[in-house]
Nanobody, 124 residues
Framework: QAQVVESGGGLVQAGGSLRLACSAP????????MTWFRQPPGKSHEFVSG????????LYADSVKGRFTISRDFGKNTVYLQMNRLEPEDAAVYFC?????????????????WGEGTQVTVTT
């Protein structure tokens, strides 16, 4: 069973920045596509951004394009989400998820391994 652990959430003013990190220990984790989802209060999980294990392919939700950047350090089995120009609408619990294979699926049901989430709060 893969273990996925997020870190880096917190409280930030609108317009500020945060960086989230997600680690997936284990030698096979380099074969995972790793993706960030978020769950705002009272809503279901939303796709944010993903990083395929193959070819450096990335994908972003329209709502975060140009503000968020996903990156990956394969040597550390860690994926990062740099979030800039945060808006109150970005406030949510952010989850990291991993799946086997190269496809960046946008549906939460496609992911088998999940972290416990990290809270991001954006104040005005």
């Amino acid at each position: 069973q893969a273990q996925v652990v997020e870190s880096g959430g917190g409280l930030v003013q609108a317009g500020g920045s945060l960086r989230l990190a997600c680690s997936a220990p284990g030698r096979t984790s380099v074969l995972y596509t790793m993706t960030w989802f978020r769950q705002p209060p009272g809503k279901s999980h939303e796709f944010v951004s993903g990083y395929s294990h193959s070819g450096g392919k990335t994908l972003y939700a329209d709502s975060v394009k140009g503000r968020f950047t996903i990156s990956r350090d394969f040597g550390k089995n860690t994926v990062y989400l740099q979030m800039n120009r945060l808006e109150p609408e970005d406030a949510a619990v952010y989850f990291c998820a991993a799946r086997d294979g190269p496809v960046i699926a946008t549906s939460p049901s496609s992911y088998f391994y999940w972290g416990e989430g990290t809270q991001v709060t954006v104040t005005t």
